[in-house]
């Protein structure tokens, strides 16, 4: 028989009450974290897919060569894609950096390649001081392609005096030297302007000033506490091109913006786009085109790459009658 009296079982009654609305409130949150942690995930999961598919971009094209900077944390780049210029002696645009083969200048880091420079006083085995570093890749020797589909989903720094670019030269550079190898420039950009990149082409007759550039704006105005000029230091973008025997064309993200034909070429220049051309990713610093670091600029400054890819197009473009 029960020994409490009506008070001692209404308290005790009550007191389990209370208990087992506390457990259920306590399984409730528990199961809206828990789906609040699942939605997260999938979320997660979603945004990297759509911002790094594994397809091509149309079905007219094929990938043949690829690298998505995949490797653990810490990792050097992949010495059988690339190869790490080295030197300070300007490169031909008085640029303030020395490119080094180290790990603190190129290296991998949650899945991209991370383009550093540093500000640092540094003396390479050549003799040649400079107060930064940095590094520059290229495929030259180990992959280059004639046509197709180049592309990088990069973002970029952006600071005065920083010069982050993704291009590419011919492979019989050393046989024929620049500006006969020609050259195509995907992406650059400087640091005064946060807003623009630059694509070009360069080959004999149409060099640095001459050059067929031309420059991409991003649209639209942040809204919101973030407002003012969008910049591609915000976010990252594919910067593209599709090259076939009559044309390149310049894309970011899916606008293409410019579209460069023979029929572009003055009398006397000579279109140098019908060879195998390799890869380049380089970050400046410094250079005639935009200028030096300033009290303004701070470092270090990174360019990240998410992957570059190269396609072939299902179909090759047939080549026209023999043009200059």
């Not at 950009?189 to 807003?195: D, H, R, S, V, W």
């Not at 460069?260 to 279109?271: A, F, N, Q």
Request: aromatic share 12%; proline share 7%.
């Amino acid at each position: 028989m029960c020994q409490l009296t009506t008070h001692e079982c209404r308290v005790s009654t009550a007191r389990c009450l209370h208990l087992e609305f506390e457990f259920f409130m306590q399984t409730a949150r528990i199961r809206t974290l828990s789906l609040c942690a699942l939605i997260a995930i999938i979320s997660m999961a979603i945004n990297c897919f759509s911002q790094n598919p594994a397809t091509p971009p149309t079905s007219d094209w094929t990938m043949v060569w690829s690298d998505e900077f995949s490797g653990p944390n810490g990792s050097p780049i992949d010495r059988t894609k690339w190869i790490a210029e080295t030197g300070g002696k300007g490169w031909g645009n008085h640029e303030l950096e020395y490119y080094t083969d180290h790990s603190e200048n190129a290296s991998l880091q949650d899945g991209n390649l991370v383009i550093r420079a540093l500000q640092e006083k540094y003396i390479g085995p050549d003799g040649v001081e400079r107060n930064y570093t940095s590094a520059r890749l290229k495929t030259f020797g180990k992959f280059s392609q004639t046509y197709g589909r180049f592309e990088a989903r990069i973002k970029i720094p952006d600071g005065q005096g920083i010069w982050p670019a993704f291009w590419m030269l011919g492979d019989d550079i050393d046989r024929v030297g620049w500006p006969a190898c020609g050259e195509i420039d995907i992406m650059e950009n400087i640091g005064k302007e946060p807003a623009i990149i630059h694509g070009s082409i360069h080959g004999p007759g149409y060099i640095g000033t001459t050059g067929l550039e031309a420059p991409y704006t991003l649209s639209g105005p942040l809204s919101g506490p973030l407002s003012g000029q969008r910049r591609f230091a915000d976010d990252f973008h594919i910067f593209a091109i599709e090259w076939d025997p009559e044309s390149v064309s310049f894309y970011v993200d899916k606008d293409v913006y410019v579209r460069r034909t023979r029929g572009d070429l003055k009398p006397g220049w000579k279109w140098v786009f019908d060879k195998p051309f390799f890869l380049i990713l380089n970050l400046a610093v410094g250079g005639d085109w935009p200028g030096s670091p300033d009290s303004t600029t701070v470092f270090p400054q990174s360019m990240l790459v998410d992957y570059v890819r190269v396609y072939r197009r299902s179909e090759p473009v047939k080549k026209e009658s023999a043009k200059p």
